[in-house]
């Protein structure tokens, strides 16, 4: 679970460096909306330029704490992993608003693969691949809390072993096939497919189709007969005898 800490100062940096190129292209872009003066002094940027600082403040204050309460331990029975997780969890939201509030000061040129801001639109963008992911860290956070995070997750062990032991398991066999076309096969000279083990499929009858039943391997039988399998036979090939000029 260190790694959560990792993660985490990893989206904070991202954070960081796209809030300072952020801050740098307000104060180098001119509008004329403005009598040429620079996007700093546009309150719209100023606005975003400020939602962008407190939550890269926030980043810093939860990533920096986590990293020292791990460092001097949790008291006993505090939910550690919450801590570890919210930490992780917050910085990778807070580190995609910062990017998105960094393209929307910098404008349609951080759209370029020449500028900064395209690349770390990119990588912040990973988060996904990240485990845990976003709906598992929610879960384990809130399970965490509540003090069933084991309980949880061995009730729903439990549940499944339950299903798994109730559900009956698919017996060994294959579908019978009717007298007629299983004495038809078995008197022709004729390669039959055969499948594990080594027994004939033959077509089954329109007829005899609903009276078939399913049963154990060893026999095949319909309603009112029963018949051994049938094993596959390879056709008798007679070569031509081939004799030497006298």
């Known amino acids: 679970m260190r790694r959560c800490i990792c993660i985490g100062a990893v989206y904070y940096g991202i ?25 700093a002094y546009k309150p719209l940027t100023q606005q975003a330029v400020a939602e962008a600082a407190i939550e890269v403040a926030s980043l810093e204050a939860l990533v920096e ?9 949790y008291g006993e029975g505090e939910p550690w992993i919450a801590h570890l997780l919210v930490a992780k969890q917050h910085a990778v ?26 690349r770390l639109y990119r990588d912040v963008r990973a988060d996904a691949f990240h485990p845990p992911n976003a709906d598992a860290a929610h879960e384990v956070i809130g399970q965490a809390w509540l003090g069933v ?5 061995a009730s729903r062990r439990m549940v499944d072993l339950s299903m798994r032991r109730a559900r009956p398991s698919p017996p060994h066999s294959r579908r019978c096939f009717c007298v007629q076309a299983c004495a038809l096969r078995a008197s022709q000279s004729i390669v039959l497919t055969a499948q594990p ?6 077509p089954v009858s329109p007829l005899c189709e609903s009276a078939c039943v399913t049963e154990t391997p060893g026999a095949t039988s319909c309603v009112s007969h029963t018949l051994p399998p049938i094993t596959a036979r390879r056709p008798s090939v007679t070569r031509p005898r081939i004799v030497a000029p006298a």
């Open 15 to 39: 954070a960081k460096r796209a809030f300072g190129v952020a801050v740098e292209s307000a104060k180098q872009r001119a509008s004329p909306a403005i009598g040429g003066k620079t996007y």
């Open 65 to 73: 704490r986590a990293a020292e309460r791990w460092r001097t331990g």
């Open 93 to 118: 939201d807070g580190a995609l608003r910062v990017v998105n509030l960094a393209l929307k000061i910098a404008g349609a040129a951080s759209l370029s693969r020449h500028n900064e801001p395209e």
């Open 149 to 153: 995070l084991g309980q949880a997750r």
């Open 197 to 202: 083990p080594l027994q004939a499929r033959a």
